[in-house]
């Protein structure tokens, strides 16, 4: 009988289905800026950008340690109460936070070929992502946009869990969330330990997007593109069904 290829493709998403600015400040962020001098800080733009970079660094410090995760409104009601002196409003959180989301979203960008890619593969495969994320709602939020939500059975966001990649645990949950085992799925994504060291030491195979060579990964398992992602498959598919054959 032939092998049986891998039934579920985990994506990462920042950086593998969608294109993205990592930066907090080039997007430029004057709504934000504005509501929170309305909010009575007096700060310039230039300050405001500074002040927001370094709360955040500390928790991207926090986090570094041991992988945890932390959410958007967590940062925003820290910053607010260190510039405020007291602790803000929750609505205000809550607005300064949309605000902020809605001008990083300007740095996202939906890709050519993605909408067909993720079509193609549903066709013989069950799809999931597997994420990152600060905000919860955002990665549904821009699939839902992309018009490909209907292909995904799952979104297993960082945020929602406590935990990010490459914590064992968020690689557990898509598992068990997904009712498979390991070896059931492959992971693609872009960065080399959430998305390649991380979903390897979970058993699951993984392919890393990396044109420029930087990571230290086999080349069967590197992608010039996740558009090359469906030939990799049938052709690891092919590679598997002769082994398969051969056996008998």
């Not at 992988?67 to 007291?86: A, H, K, N, P, Y």
């Not at 390649?196 to 979970?202: D, L, M, S, T, Y």
């Amino acid at each position: 009988m032939p092998a049986a290829g891998p039934s579920h493709v985990l994506f990462d998403f920042f950086g593998t289905l969608v294109a993205y600015s990592a930066s907090r400040t080039e997007q430029g962020y004057p709504g934000s800026h504005a509501l929170l001098r309305r909010l009575g800080v007096d700060l310039d733009y230039a300050e405001f950008l500074t002040a927001w970079s370094g709360a955040f660094a500390e928790f991207d410090r926090r986090s570094e340690e041991n992988d945890s995760e932390f959410s958007m409104i967590e940062v925003g009601t820290v910053f607010l109460t260190d510039l405020l002196g007291r602790s803000p409003a929750p609505e205000d959180a809550d607005a300064f936070v949309r605000e902020y989301v809605r001008e990083w979203n300007t740095g996202v960008r939906y890709l050519p070929g993605v909408p067909e890619l993720v079509r193609d593969l549903h066709r013989d495969h069950r799809l999931a992502v597997v994420t990152n994320t600060h905000q919860p709602g955002l990665v549904p939020d821009h699939l839902a946009a992309m018009g490909l939500a209907q292909y995904f059975d799952a979104v297993v966001a960082s945020v929602e869990l406590g935990w990010c990649k490459p914590h064992p645990r968020i690689y557990a949950t898509a598992l068990e969330t997904l009712g498979i085992d390991a070896g059931s799925a492959v992971f693609v994504g872009d960065s080399y330990r959430p998305d390649f060291v991380g979903p390897e030491r979970a058993g699951i195979r993984a392919y890393l997007i990396d044109p420029e060579r930087r990571s230290p990964v086999p080349e069967a398992r590197r992608l010039d593109s996740i558009l090359d992602l469906p030939a990799r498959l049938r052709s690891r598919q092919a590679d598997d069904d002769r082994l398969a054959g051969s056996a008998h």
